[in-house]
């Protein structure tokens, strides 16, 4: 992976939803060939090679800690994981749990490794939410370089295990998403799901696919798990 230091000159994004997110990777290790952040990384950043670099923004923890306020519900990260192998030396996923935690913000993380288990002192301490994104229980090459699904569902586990508020992404849902084994293997360690389907398949020259919806709500029935559909 080559990677980029810069200086940013704010860290925190106001999303149409009403939360914050900070970004402050932006570039994937685990580069999955339905990521749509890819494309923001190349309008917003230059960034070309989405898949082999990642741009570092050092003062990323300063920003936070002048920027953040009580109550601010903050999420990290959209475009980036969180917690790609570059979190292991760098630590400012951990290092922001801190600040925000300490500042009073709510805290919520996406994630598609089992490294976010380092910070489950952090993650605990200040309540923050843990979503994992899991699009099939199988490893799929769509996901090449993402940690395995079952390792993901393993560090769900244990989280739940361990108290911690968690659920499950399952999306962009793909021809291979085993959606009821998904759920099957997950509803006892995550408080409730999103489901989403493919999104910007034209720019990323993908094919459409469109999810079974009455499918997804019959498999909700049936394990009663909380979901929401976003398409
Ligand atoms: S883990 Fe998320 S941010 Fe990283 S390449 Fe995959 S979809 Fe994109």
């Given at each position: 992976m080559n990677v980029k230091y810069i200086r940013a000159k704010s860290i925190l994004t106001k999303s149409t939803l009403g939360k914050y997110t900070i970004n402050?990777?932006?570039?994937?290790?685990?580069?999955?060939?339905?990521?749509?952040?890819r494309l923001y990384g190349k309008k917003y950043?230059?960034?070309?090679?989405w898949d082999n670099t990642v741009i570092v923004k050092q003062n990323a923890v300063q920003l936070a800690r002048k920027s953040v306020k009580p109550g601010m519900t903050v999420w990290?990260?959209?475009?980036?994981?969180?917690?790609?192998?570059i979190e292991a030396k760098e630590k400012l996923t951990r290092q922001l749990i801190g600040v925000l935690g300490a500042k009073g913000a709510n805290i919520e993380i996406l994630t598609k490794?089992?490294?976010v288990l380092r910070d489950a002192d952090l993650i605990k301490r200040y309540d923050a939410l843990v979503g994992f994104t899991i699009v099939s229980t199988r490893r799929i090459d769509a996901e090449r370089?993402?940690?395995?699904p079952k390792a993901r569902i393993e560090a769900l586990k244990k989280l739940k295990e361990n108290g911690i508020r968690t659920y499950l992404?399952?999306?962009?849902?793909?021809?291979?998403?085993d959606v009821e084994e998904i759920v099957r293997q997950t509803h006892k360690y995550a408080d409730f799901y999103y489901f989403d389907r493919l999104r910007h398949v034209k720019e990323l020259g993908i094919e459409p696919f469109r999810p079974d919806k009455a499918e997804i709500m019959r498999v909700a029935r049936e394990y009663e798990i909380k979901a929401h559909i976003l398409f």
């Open positions: 402050h990777y932006v570039g994937c290790h685990h580069a999955c060939t339905y990521c749509y952040a950043y230059g960034l070309d090679d990290m990260s959209s475009m980036s994981d969180p917690y790609q192998p490794s089992p490294l370089r993402a940690p395995h992404f399952v999306g962009p849902i793909l021809p291979e998403t």
